[in-house]
């Protein structure tokens, strides 16, 4: 469908330093799609970025029922932005959808939406070592309806926000905890899905380890509390013994881009990846036999963020003297060249 345009009259100031807050500066456009049962997707537009205005009974508000991806254009050295691997933010959103009993969205066009955006702002996409332009695109249930059923309108909406370096002093293993108390997902339920309720239902254990000098917590499964799931915001690997080994998909962890592309770099340079079931029984175990040399977190916020320390109830795993790691360096380096269009990306990665 074309894009109607309707630029804004008044241009905001853009970041003049690499210290950008995350997510709280936002560009001078927004690009909106509406939904209806009978029309499905319609009137895609790019607008002045600014509040809109929904029904206090909008259903978003009350139920929950919404939608989101988080992807990043990177300026490369020829001054031209760059995806990485929007395709799968937008196989993913659909899986989301179908989860959330949201409508399916065609996901080459609303590609072609989040383009056709990105290249309106390219001057927003920031040039300082270590930062991007973070992309949100989003659905939001607007039907002005208590029922608790579906809603028959939709919102899509694409915002795009100025960010920097993930790791302001270089990269820095984190000391996560082995959450003990409470669950983020089960088998059955909405784990894989990026919806919302899944993130605010973590904040309460997450404020808890942060009390306690963590960075945050790495879930367990929500039905034994055993088997390791993910942390926050991202996939987690362990190194041991020279093989890598990383939570098979269960059902209730997100399916990051980043994992997806670590497990096949891995698989490219013949290092053996596991995907399985672990227990956090037996990664402690690896620990105490010396074999756990490395640990890392991937996702599209830090690419590759090494974990140096794992609390795991009264057990402390120190993970390579809280040190970065040769194989989280080599992925970090790997993952962030082809980004910024430095490695020669052989897969067909960037857009
Ligand atoms: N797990 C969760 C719960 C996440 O929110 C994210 C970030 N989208 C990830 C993992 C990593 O996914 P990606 O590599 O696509 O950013």
Not at 222 to 225: L, S
Not at 249 to 252: A, K, V
């Given at each position: 469908m074309s894009v109607r345009v309707e630029k804004t009259e008044k241009l905001k100031n853009k970041p003049q330093t690499k210290d950008i807050p995350f997510g709280q500066v936002f560009t001078d456009h927004m690009f909106v799609l509406d939904y209806k049962e009978d029309e499905g997707w319609y009137d895609p537009r790019i607008v002045p970025y600014e509040p809109i205005t929904l029904d206090p009974a909008a259903m978003i508000f009350h139920y929950g029922q919404t939608v989101f991806e988080g992807l990043k254009a990177y300026r490369t050295k020829d001054g031209e932005a760059l995806l990485f691997r929007p395709e799968k933010n937008m196989e993913r959103l659909n899986k989301s959808n179908r989860r959330m009993s949201i409508p399916e969205i065609d996901e080459e066009e609303v590609l072609e939406y989040v383009k056709q955006l990105v290249s309106l702002e390219?001057?927003?996409?920031?040039?300082?070592?270590?930062t991007s332009l973070y992309i949100r695109p989003f659905i939001i249930s607007t039907e002005p309806n208590l029922a608790v059923a579906p809603s028959k309108t939709y919102k899509l909406m694409i915002i795009l926000s100025p960010v920097g370096p993930y790791f302001a002093g270089g990269m820095k293993p984190v000391r996560i905890k082995v959450e003990d108390e409470f669950t983020r997902a089960v088998k059955g339920g909405t784990g894989a899905a990026k919806t919302a309720g899944n993130y605010s239902a973590a904040y309460r254990a997450q404020a808890n380890a942060k009390q306690e000098g963590h960075a945050d917590v790495l879930w367990m499964d929500?039905?034994?509390?055993r088997y390791i799931e993910e942390v926050g915001s991202m996939n987690i690997f362990f190194k041991i013994d020279g093989k890598v080994v990383t939570p098979a998909?269960?059902?209730?962890i997100l399916e990051g881009v980043t994992r997806m592309s670590v497990l096949e770099l891995l698989k490219d340079w013949d290092i053996p990846v596991e995907e399985r079931k672990i227990s956090i029984a037996e990664l402690y175990q690896y620990y105490e036999d010396g074999k756990l040399e490395e640990a890392f977190g991937a996702g599209t916020a830090a690419v590759i963020s090494p974990v140096g320390r794992l609390d795991w109830l009264g057990n402390t795993m120190t993970i390579n003297n809280e040190e970065v790691g040769p194989l989280a360096k080599r992925l970090y380096d790997e993952i962030t060249g082809i980004q910024l269009g430095e490695k020669k990306d052989t897969k067909g990665w960037s857009v």
């Open positions: 390219k001057e927003w996409v920031p040039q300082f070592e270590g929500g039905v034994e509390k998909l269960s059902g209730s």
